[in-house]
């Protein structure tokens, strides 16, 4: 599953890029170029008053049972977690989400990564683009929280570029003609647009070092810093 990404154009080219205005609050915190889940993402959705560019967290919570039994109900304790991709598009944590078009959302990238096979701690990383595209968006979906709007984004089987590499999945990228679609069509309509992207359109370089964040010269290991995050299948 992808939990590691980046998005390192320029916001103004962000705006350009999706017909909207740009932010620019002088308080603002800006997204990061690299991004894990947790962290503060753009996020491009849909309203009444047409689309918009916001700043969501990476991550649906969810409590899942942990190990550790509850000395008094007997049950397992409930563990919080950040769900990052979708897969099982029926399940009911996700259709409330994807049947509502206001939820949908586009999710900005340059590049995202995946982990090769091997050793862990040692798995070499590679990073995926679309070289005749600058900025291409993830099919995400997105819902408010206590603690502020969370997004996530729906993964599909790899196609032939991404499945050496990560057999099990691949995250959706969007065709730019099928964005407008993506924010407003049905639910069925919407599934149908969670379809592996053609590979011939692709690229991929494994990273030099894995550890490397753009914009920051010594990090541990993104399989380190970040636990692997649940793809739900309900």
């Not at 590049?111 to 683009?129: A, D, I």
């Not at 003609?177 to 069509?185: A, N, P, S």
């Not at 053609?198 to 914009?215: H, I, N, T």
Request: hydrophobic content about 35%; glycine content about 6%.
């Amino acid at each position: 599953m992808c939990n590691r990404y980046r998005m390192t154009a320029k916001q103004a080219d962000l705006a350009a890029r999706y017909g909207v205005d740009a932010i620019y609050p002088e308080d603002a915190n800006f997204p990061p170029p690299e991004l894990f889940p947790d962290r503060e993402a753009w996020v491009l959705r849909q309203d009444n008053d047409g689309r918009r560019l916001d700043t969501m967290s990476w991550g649906f919570p969810r409590k899942v049972p942990g190990k550790r039994i509850d000395k008094i109900t007997g049950k397992p304790v409930l563990l919080d977690t950040k769900v990052t991709n979708v897969r099982n598009y029926t399940s009911p944590f996700w259709k409330s989400a994807l049947a509502n078009p206001e939820r949908r959302c586009l999710v900005p990238f340059t590049s995202f990564s995946e982990y090769g096979p091997g050793p862990t701690g040692k798995r070499p990383l590679f990073w995926f683009g679309v070289p005749s595209r600058p900025i291409v968006s993830f099919a995400g979906v997105w819902r408010p929280t206590e603690a502020g709007a969370v997004f996530a984004f729906l993964t599909t089987e790899p196609n032939p570029l991404v499945a050496p590499v990560h057999p099990k999945a691949m995250p959706v990228l969007l065709d730019e003609e099928d964005e407008e679609r993506w924010l407003t069509c049905s639910f069925d309509d919407a599934v149908a647009l969670a379809k592996p992207f053609p590979s011939q359109l692709m690229s991929v370089k494994q990273a030099d070092d894995p550890r490397a964040e753009v914009g920051k010269a010594e990090q541990k290991t993104a399989e380190e810093q970040r636990p692997d995050q649940p793809s739900l299948d309900l």
